[in-house]
Nanobody
Framework: QVQLVESGGGLVQTGGSLSLSCAASGTIFRANAMGWYRQGPGIQRKLVATITTDGDTNYAHSVKRRFVISRDSGKNTVYLQMNNLKPEDAAVYYC??????????????WGQGTHVTVSS
């Protein structure tokens, strides 16, 4: 059993900052790529940012130069620092991990989601 537990969402004014974190736990051998996705009302879930075990990152164009993804592989934890937030960033943010369980079986895990609200 693998769990991803997110924290750090909330309400912020336009131009403000928020930090999200997501910790993977359970029967994990190794977490490979980890990332964040978001889903607004009536909108398909979309990639925000990903990071590999080597630290290579990928960002959606809309968040480049405003969001920073990082990870602590020793803790199987991924972070998302969100700066200069805009109303269009408001969404439910989901953590995602591609990992190997203790049986070396590939798994895809999702967190429960954390709400980010940006007031104008």
């Amino acid at each position: 059993q693998v769990q991803l537990v997110e924290s750090g969402g909330g309400l912020v004014q336009t131009g403000g900052s928020l930090s999200l974190s997501c910790a993977a736990s359970g029967t994990i051998f190794r977490a490979n790529a980890m990332g964040w996705y978001r889903q607004g009302p009536g909108i398909q879930r979309k990639l925000v940012a990903t990071i590999t075990t080597d630290g290579d990152t990928n960002y959606a164009h809309s968040v480049k130069r405003r969001f920073v993804i990082s990870r602590d592989s020793g803790k199987n934890t991924v972070y998302l620092q969100m700066n200069n937030l805009k109303p269009e960033d408001a969404a439910v943010y989901y953590c995602n991990a591609l990992l190997l369980d203790v049986g070396r079986i590939p798994r895809v895990a999702w967190g429960q989601g954390t709400h980010v609200t940006v007031s104008s």
